[in-house]
């Protein structure tokens, strides 16, 4: 347990002289599941890109399952599985056909076998013999997932998985994870998704390509230092529109007819939270989720 | 809309770089290399004669630009050879006492023999030359010799078209269109397929798997070589069946050496995918290779009549050596060994584009 599967550093990528990914470290242990996030743009993809060997860093290495990833990435690539943010297998090839394709270009032993565990596995039994192209989006994103399983990788580099797929499915595919990572799969994702990241061991936050935070969902609540007030009750868009104006406040978010009120100073937040509601409303404590975690890191990112 | 089409042909330069390079290419090519008057063709002299006649026969000959000298041949099977192997147009036998039977009166033989695969190459020349030669020795001669009659002519001009003596220009066409065809087709295939998978995302999976570029090349080309069979053997049924071209030689010994030829235009595919950025781009590349083929292989024109610039290009390109090796093989009854001069050209153009291929093959998406 003491080899990290991933251990790079000063990783830095720039596409026609705007850095994209800058100086960027991450060490992840063996049967760790990582959450990677970031918003759109913030060079996730180049980052997962580089370390399966798509795209070469200008600047930084390190190793990925022990091996370089600058020289050795032919030895690296057996052992990983990258799930690729666009739809990447042929849409022109059945189901089965892809699958089958897969387990021969990574010489999967008994492939007929393998493939048919994995369809029966992921569900896909019922496509088999379907286009991948005419698959909807989230039956091709469980498609693409099944590809990279088929030859039992150490390391799953997955790119936004679960995008478009629906709320069981996606709970499938958790489970399924966390089942791999038992086994000691190691498994590095990106997602948008915060109750996907409230499931990872750890977490890495980016913007513009640097690192902002990184750690487990409850040290990174405590990190940001926010506090959150709840104010539940009628009014709650007169009482928003007042504490979005309110210096106290860093974040109202409405859910419905509560709103989550933030703040770094707790006691402050409460005040302002008492002095927006309107009158039948409660206001309570409550809990800071990592949405406003990251909005926070988010906002306090400077543009390079 | 309009606008919008303009800013997208902005953005893809090689795209707009093509859309005038294509027709202007095509327009220097045609205006150029056409020349349906070939000179300067080939000569080699077979002559058992040494007398001032025949040289200056000879000397007529050069003048009119038509021929050019280039071998004197002391055998008749030098001679075949020669013409076999394509190294000249024409082989002019001049008999032994050419001169005294001139003067005697005795109207000797001259006899010319052309390559005549191509007749477009050689008609111009074998018009010529009958004038040109009674011409030529009636003013050596200073007066006809008595014994002839007026009017005759003092030598008897022979003429032999070899290979193709009825002059059937499809003959010459048809296994000229199997290298063109397959030249079309085939690096055109391969160019779209590989670039098709980078356009979709494939590649960005297919780059991460285990596979090696020389895999990937291949499992492009092996199953476009047997395509490409495929194609040869439909035109050749065709040529033999619909079109009643003579096969001289073995058509076992073309569909062997084509082996050579349809790899190197695949691998021109294969390059050319590792230049581009998309399907379209391919497509217009591959044209841009195709049109020199096309018009200066000698399918088009008489390589001969070409311009000597035009002759070096098409040198380097296979369909030019293809063209030799089937018209060759099929009208000639060429084998082996005829075969092979023309073979090694393909082979190492064929090397030089791997090299270039294998060196340009991304195994990263920047
Ligand atoms: N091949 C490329 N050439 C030029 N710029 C690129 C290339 N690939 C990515 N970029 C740029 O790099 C930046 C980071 O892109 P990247 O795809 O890594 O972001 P991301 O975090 O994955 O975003 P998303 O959440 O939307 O998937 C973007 O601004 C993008 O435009
Ligand atoms: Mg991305």
Redesign the interface.
């Known amino acids: 347990m003491a080899d990290p599967v991933i251990d790079v550093s000063g990783v830095t990528k720039s ?1 026609g002289g705007r850095t994209v990914v800058d100086r960027l470290d991450m060490r992840v242990e063996r049967g760790e599941i990582y959450g990677f996030l970031g918003p759109n743009g913030s060079g996730k993809t180049t980052f997962i ?1 580089m370390l ?5 860093p200008d600047a930084g290495g390190g190793t990925c399952l022990g091996y370089d990833i600058l020289t050795e ?2 030895r690296i ?2 052992h ?1 599985g ?1 799930m ?1 943010q ?6 022109d090839l059945t189901v089965r056909e892809n699958l089958m394709f ?1 387990a021969s ?3 999967v032993r008994r492939p007929r076998r393998v493939v048919a565990e994995i369809m029966e596995r992921m569900e896909l039994g019922r496509f088999s013999g379907i286009l991948a192209g005419g698959l909807s989006g989230g039956w091709k994103q469980r498609l693409a997932l099944a ?1 990279c399983m088929l030859h039992e990788p150490r390391l799953l580099l997955l790119d936004e998985p679960t995008a478009g797929v629906d709320p069981g499915a996606r709970r499938e595919f958790w489970d399924q994870v966390h089942g791999l990572a038992a086994a000691g799969v190691t498994t590095l994702i990106s997602t948008h998704y915060m109750d996907e990241a409230e499931r990872c061991h750890r977490l890495a936050y980016i913007a513009y390509g640097r690192l902002l935070a990184r750690g487990g969902v409850e040290e990174l609540v405590a990190g940001s230092g926010l506090s959150t007030w709840l104010v539940k009750g009628p009014g709650a868009h007169e009482a928003k529109v007042r504490l979005e104006a309110d210096e106290r406040v860093e974040q109202v978010v409405a859910f419905g007819n509560t709103l989550h009120v933030s703040g770094p100073d707790a006691a402050a937040v409460e005040r302002a939270a008492r002095e927006a509601a309107g009158p039948g409303a409660r206001v309570e404590p409550g809990e800071t989720s990592l949405e406003e975690v990251f909005i926070q890191l988010m906002r306090g990112a400077v543009k390079p | 809309m309009v606008a919008k089409e303009f800013v997208q042909m902005r953005r893809d330069r090689l795209t707009f770089a093509m859309l005038i390079g294509i027709p202007l290419l095509q327009t220097v090519l045609f205006g150029y290399a056409i020349n349906s008057d070939p000179r300067h063709l080939p000569l080699a002299v077979l002559s058992g004669d040494n007398s001032p006649f025949s040289r200056s026969l000879i000397a007529a000959m050069q003048t009119s630009s038509y021929f050019d000298l280039v071998r004197t041949l002391s055998s008749r099977g030098e001679a075949d050879r020669a013409l076999d192997l394509g190294e000249v147009q024409f082989v002019l036998t001049i008999p032994e006492g050419f001169g005294r039977s001139l003067l005697r009166g005795e109207r000797p033989v001259l006899l010319l023999e052309a390559d005549a695969t191509d007749p477009g190459a050689t008609s111009g020349a074998l018009t010529a030359f009958r004038a040109l030669a009674v011409r030529a020795l009636a003013r050596d001669l200073s007066g006809p010799p008595s014994s002839l009659l007026p009017g005759e002519d003092p030598v008897t001009v022979r003429v032999h078209a070899q290979y193709n003596p009825e002059a059937v220009t499809r003959y010459n066409i048809v296994p000229g269109l199997m290298g063109t065809i397959l030249t079309l087709t085939l690096v055109m295939i391969t160019a779209l397929a590989i670039t098709r998978e980078r356009e ?12 090696r570029p020389l895999e990937v090349m291949l499992g492009k080309i092996v199953p476009y070589i047997l395509v490409g069979y495929l194609q040869m053997g439909l035109i050749l049924l065709a040529a033999r069946y619909l079109f009643d071209v003579p096969f001289h030689g073995s058509v076992v010994l073309v569909l062997l050496l084509s082996v050579f030829f349809i790899a190197a235009n695949l691998t021109v595919g294969v390059t050319i995918s590792t230049l581009v950025r998309n399907q379209l781009q391919a497509l217009q590349l591959s044209v841009f290779f195709f049109l020199p083929s096309l018009l200066l292989s000698g399918f088009m024109f008489p390589f001969r009549g070409m311009p000597e610039w035009a002759q070096a290009v098409g040198s380097v390109l296979p369909l030019t050596h293809y063209l030799r090796i089937v018209r060759g093989v099929l009208l000639k009854g060429n084998g082996v060994a005829e075969a092979l001069v023309h073979l090694w050209p393909i082979a190492a153009f064929w090397l030089a584009v791997i090299g270039i291929g294998l060196k340009r093959f991304r ?4």
């Open positions: 596409f890109r399966c060997g798509l795209l070469r990435g032919d690539k057996p990983v990258y690729a666009r739809f990447s297998l042929y849409e897969m270009v990574y010489g590809g | 979709r995302g494939t590649m960005e999976n297919l780059l991460t798997t285990p596979v195994r990263t998406l920047d």
